[in-house]
């Protein structure tokens, strides 16, 4: 089964408000202070589904918001690879849909249902063996 990120916050975060509004350029940002997360309205559904991923990310990794530099830099990168795995939790999925659509990275992004930089995200820090096996399916498939 897929990861709903709404379901996620619905569960585990039932006091969490989640709420659509015009924060451009910013796809979504998680205001601890108020409990809620915000999400650019203006996003297309794949987007929203990643960008509340990882704002849920921040959330249960407690960040904070008001750091700067290389600690911002990390959290964000921190936030990208929790909703990365939660969200491309099947290596077995990933693999299914390389073989698929050998050479097409958007293609690949799309059978996920993600953005292609959350799928890019996702394998540029897969254990070396889980990107083997899913280099021996597409190879197996003809890929």
């Given at each position: 089964?897929s990861?709903?990120?709404?379901?996620?916050?619905?569960?585990?975060?039932?006091?969490?408000d989640?709420?659509?509004?015009?924060?451009?350029?910013?796809?979504?940002?998680?205001?601890?202070?108020?409990?809620?997360?915000?999400?650019?309205?203006?996003?297309?559904?794949?987007?929203?589904?990643?960008?509340?991923?990882?704002?849920?990310?921040?959330?249960?990794?407690?960040h904070?918001?008001?750091?700067?530099?290389?600690?911002?830099?990390?959290?964000?990168?921190?936030?990208?690879?929790?909703?990365?795995?939660?969200?491309?939790?099947?290596?077995?999925?990933?693999?299914?849909?390389?073989?698929?659509?050998?050479?097409?990275?958007?293609?690949?992004?799309?059978?996920?249902?993600?953005p292609?930089?959350?799928?890019?995200?996702?394998?540029?820090?897969?254990?070396?063996?889980?990107?083997?096996?899913?280099?021996?399916?597409?190879?197996?498939?003809?890929?």
């Amino acid at each position: 089964m897929s990861y709903s990120p709404w379901k996620d916050a619905e569960v585990r975060h039932p006091d969490l408000d989640i709420e659509r509004c015009d924060i451009a350029p910013a796809r979504g940002v998680w205001v601890r202070s108020e409990n809620m997360i915000l999400i650019d309205e203006n996003l297309d559904r794949t987007w929203r589904r990643a960008t509340l991923a990882h704002e849920l990310a921040h959330v249960d990794l407690g960040h904070v918001s008001a750091v700067e530099g290389f600690f911002a830099r990390r959290i964000e990168r921190e936030a990208d690879m929790l909703a990365a795995r939660r969200l491309l939790g099947s290596v077995d999925a990933i693999a299914d849909a390389v073989a698929a659509h050998p050479g097409d990275t958007a293609a690949v992004a799309d059978q996920l249902d993600v953005p292609v930089e959350v799928l890019l995200r996702r394998v540029e820090k897969m254990h070396p063996r889980d990107r083997a096996a899913i280099e021996a399916r597409a190879s197996r498939s003809g890929g």
